[in-house]
């Protein structure tokens, strides 16, 4: 199993920036793909940015030119993925998570860590 934990939310103000940070432990090396997805108040959770094992990455169109998904996996035993957040807005304020893609033997499987609060004041 992968597990993971998110840390980095907090409260700012519109236009600020935070950076959230999610640590993956265990079965790293079968992780195909980490991504970040967030859920607002009485909305479905969306997902905000992805990163393959191969570095590419995706975001959806609202975070385009403010927020940067980036990964480190320099050591072994944990593998690191950050979402960089600039330029933060009010609808913005979510519960941030973050996802990893895995795979034992053929069997494709999800990870999600506990949830990181973001909260953008206007």
């Known amino acids: 199993q992968v597990q993971l934990v998110e840390s980095g939310g907090g409260l700012v103000q519109a236009g600020g920036s935070l950076r959230l940070s999610c640590a993956a432990s265990?079965?790293?090396?079968?992780?195909?793909?980490m991504a970040w997805y967030r859920q607002a108040p009485g909305k479905q959770r969306e997902l905000v940015a992805s990163?393959?094992?191969?570095?590419?990455?995706?975001?959806?169109e609202s975070v385009k030119g403010r927020f940067t998904n980036s990964r480190d996996s320099a050591k072994n035993t944990e593998k690191m993925v950050y979402l960089q957040m600039n330029s933060l807005k009010p609808e913005d304020t979510a519960v941030y998570y973050c996802?990893?893609?895995?795979?034992?033997?053929?069997?494709?499987?999800?990870?999600w860590g506990q949830g990181t609060q973001v909260t953008v004041s206007s």
């Open positions: 265990g079965n790293i090396a079968r992780i195909n793909a």
């Open positions: 990163i393959t094992s191969a570095g590419y990455t995706n975001y959806v």
């Open positions: 996802n990893a893609q895995f795979t034992l033997g053929v069997i494709p499987f999800s990870s």
